[in-house]
């Protein structure tokens, strides 16, 4: 019930608001709302309730998620000449309405949901089969989510309550129920619907003999891997040829993912070209009067999947190093020219890279890519820094927002910033994109990490 809400709520509510403002300016909804419904619903199926964030990040990520749906109908709109079709009023009351519905039905949901979750009709009963660190963190989710619908009854282990009580603090709900090879009687008994298998790998022979005992009753298992120990990157079950395999890292961008990521990429990028024309031009002509040199600065660096990609930068210094050695930048460093200083500032120097995108090789958003010659230093003192290429490079990334820009005088600062790269994996979303190019408009002019 959850997921269909979650799944629904968000085109719903923005297709209802889209007919009901046009229904209130009195406008024939025809064929051409018609279509505008079915772009929205193509961009908000499913949707997300955020049932299990509090209600800020709810609400934060709610108006972020709608304003990047609005800004991407308006500029398929506007290139073609498709929003002219429409009354001027009735889009503009849409769009500014429909993020307050969207949070209040959120708000309803959050509170609707619980309720209906707690009806025994709806409630499923189930077990956890082992005792440990595993089945505690499962059972701790499961308490806390009330939008689960689910009641944990206990746990069954073969060893004693003293034992147990080791492993289960007092902040565990649940109890021990009995020993394994009471699980099948129970369950049969009880009418249990879940059962959730938290025993480690190497249990193999306990394991098959549980699901044997179980093989009479009609109640859904579940196995709950021990990988807590791995730091998961976008892990989930896939099927290769049939077979179940577990993702333990992976690129977020697949699937319609990749095509959302792309398309995005593109929209912004020609938009952004178009409008900073002017400027690309006045910085070129800055950069060729200011020293002697190339305008644009040429790099090898590392793109998607650690494959060599050639980057775009306005030059700013006088140098145009790209080899095996290679030195960061440092403040007041003799190599950056007067005029460079400021592009590197203001971060203008990125500009061209905007060009990089329209060419598949880097994103608007993703980790910054380093020097071929920084990643195959770091690449050896750092665990998991690899993992970074599993999507393309961006001209901005989480870990520059968050004050990881410019010089990594230590290992300890670039591994910080590997950190913030893979927690943008692990997390990625439409909104995060939007909320990190917002947070590097606001810091292009007063970051004190750029020279």
């Excluded at 800004?71 to 307050?100: I, K, Q």
Aim: aromatic share 8%; net charge positive; glycine share 6%.
């Amino acid at each position: 019930m959850a997921s269909i809400v979650e799944s629904v709520l968000d085109p719903v509510v923005a297709i209802g608001m889209l007919f009901a403002v046009a229904h209130s300016f009195r406008v024939v909804a025809d064929g051409h709302y018609v279509i505008l419904a079915l772009l929205t619903f193509s961009l908000t199926f499913p949707g997300d309730s955020h049932l299990r964030e509090n209600v800020a990040t709810m609400t934060r990520r709610t108006i972020l998620n709608w304003t990047l749906i609005a800004f991407a109908l308006l500029a398929v709109g506007y290139v073609t000449g498709y929003v002219h079709y429409f009354s001027a009023p009735v889009l503009l009351v849409w769009l500014a309405g429909t993020p307050v519905a969207l949070v209040a039905a959120h708000a309803i949901s959050r509170i609707a949901l619980p309720h209906l979750m707690s009806m025994s009709a709806t409630q499923r009963r189930a077990v956890i089969v082992g005792a440990n660190d595993i089945a505690a963190q499962l059972a701790r989710r499961i308490d806390e989510n009330s939008f689960l619908g689910v009641r944990l009854l206990g746990f069954f282990d073969d060893r004693g309550g003293d034992r147990i009580a080791n492993e289960l603090s007092d902040e565990v709900p649940g109890e021990r129920l009995g020993a394994m090879r009471d699980l099948g009687e129970y369950v049969r008994r009880e009418g249990v619907d879940h059962i959730y298998i938290a025993l480690p790998m190497v249990s193999q022979p306990r394991i098959l003999q549980i699901l044997d005992d179980l093989k009479d009753t009609t109640a859904s298992i579940f196995f709950v891997p021990d990988m807590f120990v791995t730091d998961l990157i976008q892990g989930r079950v896939d099927h290769v040829a049939g077979m179940p395999v577990v993702a333990v890292c992976e690129t977020p961008f697949t699937g319609l993912n990749s095509l959302i990521k792309r398309v995005s990429d593109i929209v912004l990028a020609t938009t952004i070209l178009v409008l900073i024309a002017p400027v690309l031009l006045i910085v070129a002509l800055g950069v060729k009067l200011s020293s002697p040199g190339p305008v644009i600065f040429k790099q090898n660096r590392y793109g998607l999947d650690g494959r060599r990609i050639l980057v775009y930068k306005f030059r700013s210094m006088t140098v145009c190093e790209d080899g095996d050695q290679v030195v960061q930048a440092t403040r007041a460093d003799s190599r950056v020219t007067r005029f460079g200083a400021f592009l590197r500032r203001t971060s203008l120097d990125e500009l061209p890279q905007f060009v990089n995108v329209l060419q598949g090789r880097m994103s608007i958003v993703g980790p910054r890519p380093h020097a071929v010659a920084h990643n195959e230093t770091y690449r050896q003192l750092i665990k998991g820094y690899m993992v970074r290429h599993k999507v393309k490079p961006g001209i901005t990334g989480w870990a520059q927002v968050n004050g990881y820009r410019g010089e990594t005088e230590t290992v300890d600062k670039m591994a910080r910033r590997i950190e913030y790269d893979l927690d943008y994996l692990r997390h990625w979303s439409l909104s995060l994109d939007l909320k990190i190019v917002l947070a590097t408009v606001r810091l292009v002019a007063r970051d004190a990490q750029a020279y």
